[in-house]
């Protein structure tokens, strides 16, 4: 599992650029201007880590075909006058090392530019380059994965036993090839399919009779951008116009770039038919984009609400405050860490016009966020929220269970609240989903006992 010294020192110098390129917050930049160094301190880190990567594989996979020593050769060889029969023999393995050589390096170069596709291939529908960029990304996490998986499994049992290896090198690394590629493969299956239909009851406290059974259609982190496009949206969008919906909620990380670049891929949402209203609000990845405010009005020309630090009573602002339930958006938190203009989590906003007799229905796309506004002063019976993607592939699943309050699921909160996490309605980037399902909830809400 060893790292060059050369390779470990590149992804140092990548990391400490980062760190210091963080530090540029703490001075008076405009929003903008922070938001596209937040995009290129993501760059560095992620660079950072694809060059520990990266050397990890070459270590390992740069020898497969290694190029035969001259004593090798001759080594089968009757000696004689005439060369030729060396050459015979060596000629053909240098030309498998060395066309292996390449195509590693053209594969590992193709993993360092997904991300920069995000800058210049943005479109309508996800441009060839821009898809197999972040394709071969998906490649190469079951790589490492698997060849740490074998490295550990041969540890152990070196450790254990004096025997020979079971298997070769060159063995041990064409079962890490069948492994990442099986269940790459799979992944890819998985993400390209429609996502699932999933149905949750929620009970809720004071819930009015007539609202009984009401319907929240959520869909989240849709992504839309390199490899997400017009298509795959435009069938979400029937998925959402089967269900019926009272309500449609997208709870955050709609997109991946500005309103310029995919205008003509997010038309599609135009479309989505629900009885109340359809209702938007930020996630960290709108702020990315440094396009926010342009999307507010973009999206509310596509016929949604933004819920911008507000709130709304359904079914209708004009009926008995008993037969209402207060539905409010906040902006994401990361709006405040980079000082995005007026823009940031203000729970005073969302929160403080509900009336506290009434069901209250938050939409939240960070779990740091739901949390915080359950633990705060204001009634909140429901959290809608998204982001984790339930980890999206294996194993960074792991990482992401440890990081969040919530993971994905329904969880009860203290005595009657609940918070419900999406596992996202497509993904972030890598078109690949291990482990994880995209999914468009239907939530039904039921009154409490």
């Known amino acids: 599992m060893a790292v060059s010294l050369g390779t470990k020192v590149a992804a140092g110098v990548t990391v400490l650029l980062a760190v210091i390129l963080s530090e540029l917050y703490v001075f008076s930049l405009h929003w903008e201007t922070k938001a596209r160094m937040l995009k290129l301190q993501f760059i560095i880190f992620l660079q950072a880590f694809l060059i520990l990567f990266s050397g990890f594989v070459w270590n390992n996979f740069s020898t497969m075909f290694d190029k035969p ?24 393995d240098l030309k498998k090392w060395t066309l292996w050589r390449i195509i590693l390096v053209t594969y590992l170069v193709l993993c360092h530019a997904s991300y920069f596709t995000n800058f210049y291939f943005i479109g309508r529908e996800p441009y060839f380059i821009a898809y197999s960029c972040y394709a071969a990304l998906g490649l190469l996490f079951q790589i490492v994965t698997g060849l740490v998986f074998v490295k550990v499994i041969l540890f152990c049992l070196r450790s254990i036993s004096s025997s020979k290896p079971v298997f070769s090198k060159q063995r041990e690394l064409q079962l890490v090839l069948i492994y990442a590629i099986l269940l790459w493969t799979y992944g890819l299956y998985n993400a390209a399919s429609p996502p699932v239909v999933k149905e949750v009851l929620i009970p809720v406290r004071g819930l009015p009779e007539s609202l009984d059974g009401f319907r929240i259609v959520q869909i989240s982190d849709i992504h839309l951008g390199p490899t997400v496009g017009r298509w795959r949206l435009t069938r979400i969008v029937n998925i959402i116009n089967e269900q019926n919906a009272d309500v449609v909620v997208m709870t955050g990380d709609l997109v991946d770039g500005s309103v310029v670049s995919l205008r003509e891929a997010v038309e599609p949402v135009k479309d989505i038919q629900s009885k109340f209203g359809k209702y938007f609000i930020t996630g960290n990845h709108e702020y990315y984009t440094g396009d926010v405010d342009n999307w507010f009005s973009h999206l509310r020309g ?130 690949v989903r291990i482990g994880t399902t995209m999914e468009v909830t239907r939530i039904i809400l039921t009154q409490a006992p």
């Open 302 to 431: 596509l016929g949604f609400i933004v819920l911008h630090n507000s709130n709304v009573r359904l079914p209708s602002e004009k009926l008995p405050t008993k037969q209402q339930i207060c539905l409010a958006g906040t902006d994401d938190i990361e709006a405040l860490r980079i000082g995005y203009g007026n823009h940031g989590m203000r729970l005073d906003d969302a929160l403080g016009s509900c009336d506290q007799s009434q069901p209250v229905i938050l939409l939240a796309h960070q779990l740091k966020a739901a949390k915080t506004a359950l633990d705060s002063e204001y009634r909140v019976d429901v959290v809608l929220s998204g982001h984790t993607h339930g980890g999206q592939i294996f194993p960074v699943m792991i990482g992401s269970y440890f990081l969040h309050p919530f993971f994905y699921g329904l969880y009860r909160y203290g005595e009657s609240s609940h918070v419900y996490v999406s596992m996202g309605t497509q993904y972030f980037g890598i078109p």
């Open 69 to 92: 020593s001259q004593k090798q050769g001759l080594k089968h060889v009757k000696y004689s006058d005439n060369d030729l029969h060396q050459t015979d023999v060596t000629q053909p």
